[in-house]
């Protein structure tokens, strides 16, 4: 068996261990399930209640997407003006710094204040969340470029514009995807945060409102929804990534065969 | 007037006229280059050597036109270097190939950027520009390998894809900063070869930059040698054995005296720099 299998199914037994395990140990110590739902209880109340839950996930996907697009694209367009000027890059970095510190949760009760309770806080939730991975990597993939190559470019008559659309460009595009894996996990992130906070519909306010029901195996099953759309968003991006830029890898994979 | 001119004198590919450089200013100043007077005839083979920090690739810089003299002044190909629509080929010691592009694309790179291919590459990049990259990779022995990407090619195959880079736009000078440097000696001497072989079939002009003195009297037609820095050429002479030259000849009497001689003006400069740091 390659290895490669090997560790896929090593991986899929590992997750579904920890589910029997979890079946397991709350039918023996008999733990209620106000405390500590069974898995099975929770994948029955996520079937049996799909039909109020869809809504609230397409809402929440919604949310995500839109902040996660607008993300993209003040990330690109950040990174690309620091990583192509030093002194942008000098100027822009302390503040962008500060800005990435904020515990977004404090920045909630802000937009609630101006946009009132609703999707809008929730969109710019996500995109404040994810940024900043995209104008570091974005950055640091057009600040990376060897000074060798620049000179033997640059001694033909190559442009600033040769530059970044020859070498630039293509070099920063594994650094793009990868940030983009990462960044739609903090876009979903955020809007779930931004939806707990303030609003009345998605997948935060279900769980919300279902904790002060004491609705437990509700709450668990927005969780498993929770769990499961950032794996599918992450999985989705990888994807994406083999697909455009393979040529950053295709190195070790050659060497493994 | 200028043809009778020019028959007596090929015309000067290079001249660098008390061209100095210093990098930094007040107390961080650093003097790379002494002025510094060197002319390179049409076809040439110039070999620089030295000890480490001299200015060689300095001076590789201001034939580029990468880097401006602090004094005096550069030409080449009979303009200002500053004036900037030169034909320079460059390889360095790191081959910097693209590792998204094939080696075919990698080659083909600079007919996209230099004028006036650039304005015909869309045109032509998938007939004549192709057919032209694939005839000096067949020169340089890699024909088989057009379609393959730079992770599936050793570090030879690399330096001799980075060659022919360099040389795929026609360029009126060829710099080369210590580009079989990073090679095992056998490598190394069988690159030799191919540049020998470019060289004789193409005639560009070319400044080599080289620790390694063997390397300078296989390929040159002459050999400069500078002291420490600043530098300063102190020794200038013709390199005379016959063509093609083989790794053999380099252990014939002339080849190693001529080794000996350059070897002990690099010791005189070096020593001259440590008596003035001590
Ligand atoms: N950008 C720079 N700023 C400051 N000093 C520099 C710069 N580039 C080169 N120098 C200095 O100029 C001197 C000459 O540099 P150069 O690179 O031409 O040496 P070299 O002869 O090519 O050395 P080597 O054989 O080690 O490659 C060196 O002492 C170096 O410290
Ligand atoms: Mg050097």
């Known amino acids: ?257 | 007037m200028d043809i009778a001119e020019s028959s007596i004198r090929p015309r000067d590919a290079v001249e660098l006229s008390r061209a100095s450089v210093a990098f930094g200013r007040g107390e961080a100043k650093v003097h790379a280059l002494q002025p510094t007077d060197l002319r390179l005839a049409e076809g040439e083979f110039l070999a620089l050597v030295g000890p480490s920090g001299c200015g060689k690739s300095t001076i590789l810089k201001l034939a580029s036109g990468l880097l401006r003299p602090s004094s005096g002044n550069v030409i080449v190909g009979g303009r200002e270097v500053a004036a900037r629509a030169l034909r320079v080929g460059m390889a360095f010691q790191n081959p910097t190939l693209l590792p998204w592009l094939t080696i075919e694309r990698n080659v083909m790179l600079p007919l996209k950027i230099v004028r006036p291919f650039r304005n015909e590459y869309r045109l032509k990049r998938k007939t004549e520009f192709r057919d032209r990259v694939h005839a000096l990779l067949d020169d340089v022995g890699l024909s088989k390998f057009t379609n393959h990407y730079p992770w599936q090619l050793s570090g030879g195959m690399l330096q001799r894809a980075n060659l022919c880079r360099a040389l795929i736009h026609e360029p009126s000078l060829l710099l080369l900063d210590e580009p079989f440097g990073a090679l095992d000696q056998f490598t190394r001497e069988e690159l030799w070869g191919t540049m020998q072989a470019l060289w004789m079939k193409r005639r560009p002009t070319v400044m080599l930059v080289t620790h390694d003195l063997k390397e300078a009297g296989f390929l040159a037609t002459r050999i400069c040698v500078m002291s420490a820095r600043p530098g300063r050429i102190i020794d200038d002479r013709p390199v005379e054995f016959p063509r093609p030259r083989t790794v053999e000849m380099t252990f014939m009497p002339d080849f190693v005296a001529l080794n000996q001689r350059l070897r002990e003006r690099i010791i005189d400069a070096r020593s001259t720099q440590i008596a003035e740091v001590g």
């Open chain 1, 1 to 257: 068996m390659s290895y490669p299998l090997r560790r896929r199914l090593w991986a899929a037994a590992l997750i579904l261990g920890f589910f029997v395990l979890w079946e397991v140990l709350c039918l023996a110590l008999q733990v209620s399930d106000l405390i500590l739902p069974r898995p099975s209880q929770i994948l029955a109340t996520l079937f049996s209640r799909m039909d109020v839950l869809w809504p609230h996930i397409l809402q929440t996907l919604w949310t995500t997407m839109i902040g996660f697009a607008l993300g993209v694209i003040v990330g690109v367009v950040i990174g690309a003006l620091i990583g192509t000027s030093r002194i942008a890059y000098d100027t822009a970095y302390p503040l962008l710094i500060g800005f990435s510190s904020i515990p977004k949760v404090a920045v909630v009760p802000v937009l609630v204040l101006w946009f009132g309770a609703g999707p809008l806080p929730a969109v710019l939730t996500a995109l404040a969340m994810c940024f900043f991975p995209i104008v570091v990597n974005i950055a640091t993939g057009l600040a990376s470029t060897e000074p060798e190559l620049e000179d033997v470019l640059k001694s033909l008559g190559a442009s600033k514009m040769d530059l970044l659309l020859n070498v630039g460009l293509p070099r920063t595009m594994p650094f793009f995807f990868a940030s983009l894996k990462i960044a739609a996990t903090f876009a979903f992130v955020g809007t779930v945060l931004a939806e707990t906070v303030a609003s009345n519909k998605g997948i935060g306010n279900v769980m919300m409102s279902a904790s002060s029901n004491f609705d437990v195996p509700l709450v668990f099953a927005g969780l498993f929804i929770l769990a499961f759309l950032g794996v599918a968003l992450y999985v989705v991006f990888s994807l994406i990534e083999t697909r455009f830029v393979g040529w950053a890898n295709r190195k070790s994979d050659f060497a493994s065969t």
